[in-house]
């Protein structure tokens, strides 16, 4: 059984590109959540998505950046015009079926380094 | 005041000791987390648990709803347990996990 996978691992830009980060979530797992972790602080809270569909985006900045989880494929986390604050670990993680709450599986990030 | 706290926030000890990691929060939780994260590393779920106390091999942890504290043990504690150990609560009503700010753990041999 596959986990969470995040691609790529490592992703440099430049200042003024564009980042996407990828999220495959646990097989089974129809709800997605990203996090993201600036250097020398904690994880926070970014997005929640389900297929097609953004539940709480109430961590996302408001600017330059967003998010979608479509019918077929991965959830993308998606950075225009990267700036060098954006540089931080993004985690993804996943879990099944919300019953009343449920275990989130964790991704192994992607480190975006901005030049 | 963060919703979550945890302390210690650096924690060294010789391999074999005992280790409690504490995490206090403020607010109506579901569920509490707690993470394993080794340095340029993944995050590992170690447990999750909305009341009682669950035990994993050396690993146990504990949480006082109405006291709104956990605690993370460590037994026989030895230099692979070398980590940042994070505890997370789903507030209640959300799906979305808050953080506390992690204890880095050090065990010399």
């Known amino acids: 059984n596959a986990g969470v996978m995040q691609n790529p691992r490592h992703l440099v830009r430049r200042r003024g590109q564009e980042a996407r980060l990828r999220c495959s979530p646990m097989k089974g797992h129809s709800h997605v959540y990203w996090y993201r972790q600036l250097p020398e602080e904690g994880l926070k809270f970014m997005v929640y998505?389900?297929?097609?569909?953004?539940?709480?985006e109430s961590g996302m900045p408001k600017e330059r950046f967003s998010a979608e989880f479509p019918k077929e494929g991965p959830s993308i986390l998606r950075i225009q015009q990267v700036v060098r604050g954006d540089s931080a670990a993004y985690f993804c993680?996943?879990?099944?079926?919300?019953?009343?709450?449920?275990?989130?599986?964790f991704g192994p990030g992607t480190r975006l380094t901005v030049l | 005041k963060n919703e979550v706290e945890q302390s210690p926030q650096n924690l060294t000890a010789q391999e074999g000791e005992f280790i409690t990691i504490n995490c206090s929060y403020s607010?109506?939780?579901?569920?509490l987390h707690w993470l394993q994260q080794h340095p340029g590393g993944g995050i590992v779920s170690l447990f999750m648990l909305s009341s009682g106390k669950k035990k994993h091999g050396r690993l146990i942890a504990t949480i006082n709803i109405q006291e709104k504290h956990s605690s993370l043990h460590i037994t026989a504690s030895h230099p692979r347990d070398s980590a940042v150990y994070i505890c997370?609560?789903?507030?209640?009503?959300?799906?979305?996990?808050?953080f506390g700010q992690g204890t880095r753990l050090t065990i010399n041999p």
């Open positions: 998505l389900q297929k097609e569909n953004i539940i709480d």
């Open positions: 997370a609560v789903l507030i209640q009503g959300a799906q979305k996990l808050v």
């Open positions: 993680a996943s879990s099944p079926r919300i019953v009343s709450y449920n275990e989130q599986f």
């Open positions: 607010v109506g939780i579901s569920a």
